[in-house]
């Protein structure tokens, strides 16, 4: 059966300060990733997707960026946090193209002080 | 820009009793899904319905979608404390998601 993992759960970083958030789908391969964030109060926003290893698409311009190194891993960056960066990050991924349900990872809830 | 909109914001029922929850989108999709996320939680899709669909059942879920109004609407039968979470609804186009706002459901025991 296909797991998502996504680490850490929660996060604490003073503004200035770099981030890495790491998401890994295990039991599947060349799945889409995407990288989400939830604002509180508010739906979710895509931030990025992926089709494939080194495939990045960016929906939201911001001082956030993504990669994905490995075919099952996915890494959300930025090199100097912002207080608005604060929110909750939601990984998600589908099998393929065609496949429409989303299965989410359980999160990681980035405070930005 | 947010392309689904829930309705209401927030519902609080007795448990046993029904809860609908509406959705409205604005412009064409392929399918529309629902989706639940308890607290602090990832997201569990619930349901799928398809442009060509107009209602569909899944256990205690029935989800219809009237695309000449772009709008669907999420019924919980014989709701359960344990059925207390935000639920989304999901417009689908090109293989993208766009989620609404939420609707925050509380099933009082």
């Known amino acids: 059966s296909q797991t998502i993992h996504q680490w850490p759960a929660t996060l604490v970083q003073p503004v200035g300060s770099p981030l890495s958030l790491e998401c890994t789908v295990e039991?599947?391969?060349?799945?889409?990733l995407y990288w989400y964030r939830q604002a509180a109060g508010r739906g979710l926003q895509l931030l990025f997707y992926?089709?494939?290893?080194?495939?990045i698409s960016s929906e939201v311009p911001q001082n956030l960026s993504a990669s994905r190194p490995q075919d099952r891993q996915f890494i959300l960056s930025s090199k100097k946090l912002l207080l608005s960066d604060s929110g909750f990050y939601l990984c998600?991924?589908?099998?393929?193209?065609?496949?429409?349900?989303?299965?989410f990872g359980p999160g990681t809830r980035l405070t930005v002080t | 820009s947010q392309q689904g909109e829930e309705d209401p914001q927030a519902l609080s029922i007795q448990e046993g009793e029904n809860a609908t929850m509406n959705c409205s989108y604005k412009?064409?999709?392929?399918?529309l899904q629902w989706y639940r996320q308890n607290s602090g939680r990832g997201l569990v899709h619930l349901i799928l319905?398809?442009?060509?669909?107009r209602e569909k059942h899944s256990g205690r879920l029935r989800v219809t979608l009237d695309t000449s109004k772009k709008s669907s609407s999420l019924l919980i039968t014989a709701s359960r404390a344990a059925d207390t979470a935000s639920y989304f609804c999901?417009?689908?186009?090109?293989?993208?998601?766009?989620f609404g706002k939420g609707i925050t459901l509380s099933v009082r025991p």
């Open positions: 992926s089709v494939g290893i080194g495939q």
């Open positions: 319905i398809r442009s060509n669909e």
């Open positions: 412009t064409s999709i392929n399918n």
């Open positions: 039991g599947t391969s060349n799945p889409n």
């Open positions: 998600a991924w589908t099998p393929g193209t065609g496949w429409y349900e989303q299965y």
């Open positions: 999901a417009t689908d186009a090109n293989s993208k998601l766009t």
